[in-house]
């Protein structure tokens, strides 16, 4: 789960990490407001999901609290990449020397935690890997030691830090943003630029977090963040009750329950020569309204020709299925042809339960799948 700017910095700022103050804003006024408030220059950011908001416009400065409120109108509502900015955030505009990058990250080759840091911040990380690979350096935190002092400080010398005092705040820097990381159970965490003032001192000026999807529970607090704007309404809903969805641009929805299943599902039909739409894993045990909202989802995808349905009925009841089913069809208005084949647990009552509906029957995966791929051909 992608964190905005100003909530990711609030959660740095518990660690101790120098980020800027402010707050954000909705209209205008708001931010006029805040930047009263600030009583300096500012800097005006839009909070979307993207990177690279100041080459696309998103970041402005401002000298007066007039001239703040004039640029939040320009960009509140501006489109970015796709995504139209709702909220500003208004901080104090921080006058530096250099930018520097810091991040943390889970590097799936090594199966460590990486950080990572660069003199050449300010950029995208990833511009800066493909151009002069060179500048970036990496240090995989031990793994149950966690980061440690003498690794944090090595960074620190790598991208040529070479004031001790200096040296010192940024590795301080590291070892909070690795604890944010670790403790948050963060995919990312992230300082681009973080920033060396006239002074010698470091300033966090951008923050990034991205949370593990699956970690969320143990975080109520942080799962309330969430901000759905940028997520496709069938996933949000998908999300919502309980299902994994992911939508592909073929036009056979696919209901499976199991992720294995579904994966195979759409490999099978693929060999018969069609698209799936979408993965769909209903998961172990659905019950009728997790298959109910399952269907409508497939259906709101209107590129779906032919829907198949492949259950293995373990836990997941196939009589229940088959009733989740007939209910979702009673409610949704369709005259997309569906295939399906439900094996396992009560499968003699669930086929019984279909037989008086129009769902196309199949015996077995191949039999759907080669169905369905006919059915989406008309
Ligand atoms: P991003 O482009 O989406 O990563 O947004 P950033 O927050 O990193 O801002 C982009 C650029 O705007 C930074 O690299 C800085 O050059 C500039 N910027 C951001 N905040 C400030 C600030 O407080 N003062 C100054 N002078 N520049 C800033
Ligand atoms: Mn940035």
């Not at 955030?89 to 990486?114: F, Q």
């Not at 969805?245 to 073929?250: A, C, P, T």
């Not at 198949?308 to 369709?334: C, H, K, P, S, Y």
């Amino acid at each position: 789960m992608k964190l905005h700017e100003y909530q990711a910095r609030d959660i740095l700022a518990r660690y101790k990490i120098p980020v800027t103050g402010g707050g954000v804003a909705s209209t205008p006024t708001e931010a006029r407001r805040l930047a009263e408030q600030i009583g300096a220059k500012v800097v005006v950011k839009a909070q979307v999901f993207v990177g690279g908001r100041g080459k696309a416009g998103g970041v402005k400065l401002a000298n007066t609290p007039e001239q703040t409120e004039q640029i939040a109108g320009q960009i509140l509502g501006m489109d970015i990449k796709g995504l139209t900015v709702e909220k500003v955030l208004v901080a104090e505009a921080i006058t530096y020397e250099r930018e520097i990058y810091l991040g943390v990250v889970m590097d799936r080759g090594s199966k460590r935690i990486t950080l990572m840091a660069s003199s050449e911040g300010g950029v995208e990380i990833e511009e800066v890997a493909k151009t002069n690979p060179d500048a970036i350096v990496r240090i995989a935190a031990h793994p149950t030691l966690g980061l440690l002092d003498y690794q944090a400080r090595e960074l620190a010398f790598g991208i040529g830090l070479k004031d001790g005092k200096q040296a010192r705040q940024f590795a301080s820097i590291a070892m909070a943003l690795y604890r944010a990381y670790i403790e948050n159970d963060a995919d990312l965490a992230e300082i681009n630029p973080l920033v060396v003032r006239a002074d010698g001192s470091l300033q966090a000026l951008d923050s990034k977090m991205v949370l593990d999807e699956s970690a969320l529970y143990r975080h109520p607090d942080l799962a309330a963040m969430r901000d759905s704007s940028d997520e496709p309404e069938a996933e949000q809903q998908a999300r919502e009750a309980g299902i994994t969805f992911i939508k592909l641009d073929g036009n056979i929805g696919c209901m499976v329950n199991g992720a294995g299943l579904a994966m195979a599902t759409m490999d099978v039909v693929k060999l018969y020569g069609g698209e799936p739409a979408n993965f769909l894993d209903i998961g172990g045990g659905a019950g009728k309204d997790k298959v109910k909202a399952a269907l409508q989802i497939i259906l709101s995808d209107t590129n779906v020709k032919a829907v198949m349905f492949n259950i293995f009925g373990g836990i997941t009841r196939v009589d229940e299925v088959a009733r989740g089913i007939i209910a979702a069809l009673e409610e949704v208005q369709t005259d997309v042809p569906m295939v399906a084949r439900l094996v396992g647990t009560n499968e003699e009552e669930g086929r019984k339960l279909l037989a008086q509906s129009s769902l196309i029957p199949a015996a077995t995966l191949a039999e759907a799948a080669e169905k369905a791929v006919a059915a989406s051909k008309g």
